[in-house]
């Protein structure tokens, strides 16, 4: 972990994700990192990795694809993305920094348990380098439609974000979840550092009928709650705000939620970087 600031300019910065090499978040993140000065290398799942978690490949090989010289696809979750990056891929030139993201959809709650964007940088934060896993929240109508999603609010404040978040230092063992609210940065109303929510009241299970008559089940929407408890990332996210929140097994640390609210005082607002 990170004994002091971070210098972004002089950092090499590890991207991957759970959506895949070819998704437009990481697109939008390697802009981000770019735009940093930073040296960037991007290791990505080959597909879309979705709901893998922290799930690691070990009963078959894996392969790495080359794209160009600091960008690697992988066959695999986005933990053997991250395994491979350090131990392989970047071997004698470990990243400074890792950042996972930006999901198509957002990764509050419980969500995170099941989260490959979350699995990545917490493989990363393993492996002592200092993580940040980015997501941006999708409107319903807009996951509905499987229409194109808008990810200006995590275009006008991750850059801000990272560069407050690496200011400081971070205790061993933490990496950060930062969620982005489903409007227009010049909506957003603030960024709060939150704790870990709780909507799971269960799941909805679609029964259907294979072409044989043979049944299957699809585990569909989470059924959620229309309030959610004040000082919680999905409040936040709700509320229009811009989510932090200090994770470690626990999965919230309390702790540096504490120090980090001092970092970002309530009813800032703007997209500055």
């Avoid at 922290?54 to 960008?71: G, M, V």
């Avoid at 350090?86 to 920094?97: A, R």
């Avoid at 063992?173 to 799971?200: C, H, Q, Y």
């Avoid at 470690?248 to 997209?271: E, W």
């Amino acid at each position: 972990m990170p004994s002091g600031p971070l210098k972004l300019a002089s950092s090499r910065i590890l991207i991957s994700n759970d959506d895949g090499i070819g998704a437009p978040g990481i697109k939008r993140l390697e802009k981000i990192a770019a735009g940093f000065g930073a040296e960037v290398w991007v290791v990505a799942p080959e597909e879309e990795q979705s709901g893998t978690g922290h799930s690691l490949t070990l009963r078959r090989p894996l392969r790495i694809r080359k794209i160009s010289a600091r960008r690697f696809a992988v066959d695999g979750t986005p933990t053997d993305c991250i395994l491979l990056a350090v131990n392989q891929i970047m071997k004698g030139s470990k990243p400074d920094l890792v950042l996972s993201g930006i999901n198509r959809g957002s990764n509050l709650g419980e969500d995170m348990t099941y989260s490959g964007t979350i699995a990545a940088a917490m493989e990363a934060t393993l492996l002592g380098v200092p993580a940040i896993a980015l997501s941006q929240r999708v409107a319903y109508e807009t996951f509905k439609s499987g229409g194109a999603v808008d990810f200006s609010a995590a275009e006008g404040y991750a850059a801000r974000v990272i560069r407050k978040l690496v200011t400081i230092a971070w205790p061993r063992d933490v990496l950060m979840n930062v969620n982005f609210p489903a409007r227009p940065a010049a909506e957003v109303s603030g960024i709060e550092i939150t704790r870990e929510g709780r909507r799971k009241i269960g799941d909805e299970i679609l029964e259907g009928f294979d072409p044989r008559g043979e049944p299957y089940y699809w585990i569909g929407n989470q059924k959620t709650s229309p309030t959610y408890a004040k000082g919680t990332d999905l409040a936040a996210v709700h509320d229009g705000k811009v989510s932090v929140t200090p994770l470690s097994l626990d999965l919230t640390h309390r702790s540096m939620q504490r120090q980090l609210k001092a970092l970002f005082p309530a009813g800032r607002r703007g997209a500055k970087t």
